[in-house]
């Protein structure tokens, strides 16, 4: 063991106990968050999980709403390989949390992931004491992995993904990426590009294993027919009125998206134009810009569908959860984290629903799935907010163009489902070593 790990734990406990008695003096006057708090500290619910007796209990990590997602085929398969199987999910943001509910039957404990402080962690491991931990996509963090690996719990990253831009941090800390790398049993990577970059940073090549995108093969309801009624209900949606909708916009992109929505509405002015932040307390700022176009516009929480009628021509969303479902009226959609250098979003999802994905330069973070649209044809890249403008323009005015491309974006994705059967299998594979 070099000195990379203890150097990072002591340190990780100091910066935790000195701040702690300031941060907890603030929960206990306010109030706020106190449950989740807790459970970051590592205490849980008692009877956690509800485990059966000699059955494999797993604990999953999917860190926030993109992993949640990516998480429920892989743990729909381990369910078929190991029916008395026993799960707690763990999510470090809220927004992971509310979409985990709402996807996960009762039997699966949902839960806040521990900080990673060691005393936190080790109190997690005592509550869950899972018999292997298994983490979504890239999230090294050492003390819950070394620890993991003191325990002998069997431990696996699945649907890894370490991006060209990721890869650049890890690298600058290598010695204690290394390390806790070398406690992980299994890597089964998106691609052969996350392979060879886990190996860069660290990871054994005999350990690696490539799956694919485990997101192709998530599928709530099958992009049920009733919920594009409903939504068209919702947002008061009638005949062929175009849709634009614009998600998990971040920074700038709002303010790009509605200087293109002004120049649309000069040849479409019954255009309906749909915002959804990455990060909904952003919203009163989104307001501002959309006035400042002199463009009135309606919060999605405002709307029922009956009393509260969609009238605004723009509409922005702000409730969590709702982008998916929002997504089936489309007649063309844009992907945002991809006009500022973000590393880009989620394109799996309005492809989903056989949309035309619209997304600029910046998507270093989905490679794969942006490679695999953009050659069926239902990936269209953008340079910049004035082609933006053009190909939104030209698919508007050439509306079975845009169909055309969204059937070939939705075929993309399920020629290439399986992935999460092969997730599942090198977890299965590793609790029967």
């Not at 485990?51 to 381990?78: D, Y």
Request: one cysteine or more; hydrophobic letters at 40%.
């Amino acid at each position: 063991m070099n000195i990379a790990y203890p150097i990072y734990k002591y340190i990780t406990s100091g910066l935790f106990l000195a701040g702690f008695p300031f941060f907890w003096g603030y929960v206990r006057q306010t109030g706020r968050r106190e449950d989740e708090i807790r459970q970051r500290l590592g205490y849980y619910p008692p009877g956690l999980p509800s485990r059966r007796a000699g059955t494999p209990n797993l604990w999953i990590h999917a860190v926030s709403v993109g992993e949640v997602k990516a998480a429920v085929p892989i743990i729909e398969a381990l369910e078929t390989m190991m029916p008395d199987a026993a799960f707690v999910l763990s999510t470090t943001t809220s927004r992971g949390q509310v979409l985990a509910r709402e996807v996960f039957p009762a039997n699966v404990s949902i839960v806040y992931a521990p900080v990673d402080y060691i005393g936190a962690v080790r109190r997690a491991f005592s509550a869950i004491a899972p018999d292997a931990l298994v983490i979504l996509e890239t999230e090294i963090w050492p003390n819950l992995l070394v620890e993991a690996h003191r325990r002998g719990i069997q431990t696996a990253i699945v649907n890894g993904r370490v991006s060209a831009r990721t890869i650049k941090n890890y690298l600058k800390i290598k010695p204690l990426v290394k390390e806790t790398l070398e406690c992980v049993d299994a890597f089964s990577m998106i691609s052969a590009a996350d392979a060879e970059r886990v190996k860069r940073i660290g990871a054994r090549r005999q350990k690696i294993t490539v799956g694919g995108n485990s997101k192709f093969d998530f599928h709530p309801g099958e992009c049920d027919a009733s919920v594009t009624v409903r939504m068209r209900r919702l947002y008061n949606v009638t005949g062929d009125q175009p849709v634009i909708v614009a998600g998990s916009t971040r920074r700038s992109e709002e303010r790009i998206v509605l200087d293109a929505f002004a120049k649309i509405c000069q040849f479409f002015p019954d255009t309906l134009c749909i915002i959804a932040p990455r990060h909904i307390e952003r919203v009163n700022l989104i307001a501002d810009m959309v006035k400042d176009h002199g463009i009135s516009y309606q919060f999605s929480s405002d709307l029922d569908g009956n009393g509260a009628m969609r009238n605004a021509p723009v509409v922005i969303i702000d409730t969590i959860g709702e982008l998916q479902n929002t997504y089936s009226i489309a007649a063309i959609t844009f992907c945002g984290g991809s006009l500022v250098p973000l590393g880009g979003q989620n394109v799996l999802e309005p492809a989903r629903w056989a949309k035309p994905v619209l997304y600029g330069p910046s998507m270093e973070d989905f490679l794969d799935a942006k490679n695999l649209l953009e050659k069926s044809g239902g990936g269209i890249p953008v340079a910049d907010g004035n082609e933006l403008t053009e190909k939104l323009l030209f698919y508007l005015s050439h509306p079975e163009k845009a169909a055309h491309a969204g059937q070939m974006a939705r075929r993309a994705v399920m020629q290439n489902r399986g992935a999460s059967q092969r997730h599942a299998r090198v977890i299965y594979e590793l609790l029967n070593r």
